[in-house]
Structure formats: structure tokens, C-alpha cells
């Protein structure tokens, strides 16, 4: 069944929602492109070095 008007505030809804989807796909782009760009700098540095084991401290009684 055809609808022959949508009520004003879907209107209103659907640019909200039009404008909210944009911005979180923007972000999620640019965030993705800092991941790649993220891991081939640490795929560039070459194997990590394991640091250094720490001392433990004596217990005391």
C-alpha cells in the first residue's frame, strides 16, 4: 500500500539521520586510514625489541 504523505516530522528524521550517517562514516574512514597508516609504520620499524624484564621487588615478611 502506497503511502501518499509522509507526516512532517519523518522529514526532519530522515535529514538527522541522512546528516548523522555521513559524519560517522567520515569518521570511520578516517579512521580506518589512520590504522593502515599506523601499522605500516610499525611493519617499517622492523621487529620490536622485547624491553628490558623488570627487577621485582623483595617481599617483605
Do not use: Q, V
Request: cysteine-free.
Amino acid at each position: 500500500m502506497p503511502e501518499l504523505f509522509k507526516p512532517k516530522g519523518d522529514a526532519k528524521n530522515e535529514a538527522t539521520t541522512k546528516t548523522a550517517r555521513a559524519i560517522i562514516d567520515s569518521e570511520a574512514a578516517a579512521r580506518d586510514a589512520k590504522t593502515a597508516r599506523l601499522r605500516a609504520a610499525r611493519l617499517a620499524r622492523g621487529p620490536a625489541e622485547e624491553p628490558p624484564a623488570k627487577k621485582k621487588a623483595p617481599r617483605r615478611k
